[in-house]
């Protein structure tokens, strides 16, 4: 693979040689496009640190791709890189002219590329307010900047603008086990924790904005909303927008922005004695349908409902009269969507109940991509702790999009994509102009890998709709 650095630095040749198959690239390690690239995460801090008297040793740049391709590695921990110094592979990908780190200015580096945990850390813990003249913590982050290049990445994942786009919106918790800064105790999961918000475009991430646990579920929603549709708008006008939640962001702020902005919104709505009422026949049907066969058994039903205070105005609901061997399980929706363009069937289950599969991009981001390392003492070094993951699973969601198309691999989680993919034994020879890379001759992977590389090697035009 020759890596050609955009900012002017000479190139090395990395060779993999799987002995079964001979493996050369000449693409760049960026997978998808201008946005996932290196220079663009670093773009959102402000700041260059210095190390030894001599200059600069480490790039913002550097040290930002660092952090993120060490989190899709699965190197979640500021300590891990103390050892991940030593890589010259994580070096190359980060773009150091010097992967062997023979060059470093003092004698105790030689031999060590990339930055130590005590330099990684001044990413998250320099304040917001800090300026040239502080001493070592000067690495300023934008959040906005971040949370912007975010919805940019989704963006440039689409060839062409979609007629329709789904967003969809929930919270979960984020346990914490020391004193944090902004801990409560939630009721609802038992622990203290955090409550992070997420907005999703089908396995898009578009916002990951770490929040406290002592508020309600859909507070900031619209805030959120506000500015990814805002964006998404800017590049792509005639786009539908319909969001999507549960229960819990069933509230009047969100649906009252929606209507006064040209969204549509299908919510989950929590049961009460009225509804409950105005469902009674679907759900005596219901319950004699399942008397008689014994099966589980669903009668659909819709009508207009206003709360007593809390809405503005009615709207349409569709009530579920589910019933199981358990016994009655209704359930409600309320939408923006006519009954012409979605009947109360679609409308509960191909159109609602799938947003239960953002469920699983959480847990995905949280299990294989660490979004739950939240243990530094300040909740803002915690939000940009979450920031790393969050494009480290952008990463990886590109690579699969891109690279692993057409492959056993190409509905893979992103946890089995690393295990399978990245985390390979190999040799490493370095010399003085290339990297060479030698797999196991018995390493079952050969052929896929080599499918992969091609794929990297000549991607479409733009990455590809989804």
């Keep these: ?34 946005r996932l690239s290196p ?79 005590s330099t990684l850390n001044r990413l998250e813990l320099t304040l917001p307010d800090a300026s040239a003249k502080a001493r070592y913590k000067k690495i300023v982050a934008d959040p906005e900047g971040m949370d912007r290049l975010l919805v940019d990445c989704f963006l440039d994942a689409y060839t062409t603008p979609p007629a329709q786009l789904w967003l969809d919106l929930d919270a979960t918790d984020d346990p914490i086990h020391g004193q944090q800064e902004g801990r409560f105790f939630h009721g609802y999961y038992g622990h203290d924790c955090y409550l992070p918000l997420y907005i999703f475009s089908g396995e898009h991430l578009l916002c990951a904005r770490l929040r406290k646990s002592d508020i309600d579920a859909s507070a900031g929603s619209v805030e ?38 040209g969204v549509e919104f299908v919510l989950g709505l929590a049961k009460n004695a009225r509804l409950r009422r105005f469902s009674l026949a679907a759900r005596v049907q219901a319950h004699l349908q399942f008397l008689r066969s014994a099966e589980p058994s669903r009668v659909f039903c819709e009508f207009g409902y206003q709360t007593r205070d809390s ?22 929706v309320v939408t923006s969507l006519s009954a012409e363009r979605a009947d109360a069937r679609r409308l509960c289950e191909d159109l609602h109940c799938i947003r239960g599969d953002m469920e699983n991009r959480i847990k995905e981001q949280q299990l294989d991509l660490f979004a739950d390392r939240t243990s ?15 494009f480290a699973y952008v990463l990886l969601c590109a690579l699969r999009r891109l690279g692993l198309q057409g492959t056993k691999l190409a509905r893979a989680q992103r946890g089995s994509i690393r295990l399978k993919l990245l985390k390979i034994g190999a040799r490493i020879r370095v010399s003085v102009r290339r990297i060479r890379i030698s797999f196991s001759e018995s390493y079952p992977g050969a052929q896929l890998f080599a499918q992969i590389l091609h794929n990297l090697q000549s991607p479409p035009a733009c990455a590809g709709s989804p």
């Design 1 to 34: 693979m020759r890596a050609k650095n955009r900012e002017g630095f000479k190139s090395l040749r990395v060779e993999c040689n799987p002995q079964i198959t001979h493996l050369r690239a000449k693409a760049s390690p960026a997978l998808c496009g201008h």
């Design 39 to 117: 220079v663009n995460w670093s773009r959102t801090f402000a700041g260059n640190t210095l190390v030894g008297a001599g200059g600069i040793e480490h790039s913002v740049r550097e040290l930002v791709a660092q952090r993120v391709f060490a989190s899709a590695l699965g190197y979640e921990d500021l300590n891990d890189h103390d050892r991940l110094r030593l890589d010259p592979l994580l070096a190359v990908l980060v773009g150091k002219i010097d992967p062997t780190g023979q060059d470093r200015l003092h004698p105790r580096d030689k031999g060590k590329a990339l930055a130590s945990s």
């Design 224 to 261: 959120e909303l506000e500015r990814v549709v805002g964006q998404i708008r800017a590049q792509w006008p005639q786009t539908e927008i319909i969001i999507r939640g549960d229960s819990g962001f069933c509230r009047e702020a969100i649906m009252a922005w929606c209507e006064a902005n």
């Design 311 to 332: 809405w503005s105005r009615a709207r349409r609901v569709v009530a579920k009269a589910e019933h199981l061997a358990k016994g009655a399980n209704p359930r409600f």
């Design 376 to 390: 530094t003492q300040l909740m803002r070094a915690n939000q940009i702790r979450l920031y790393f993951s969050s």
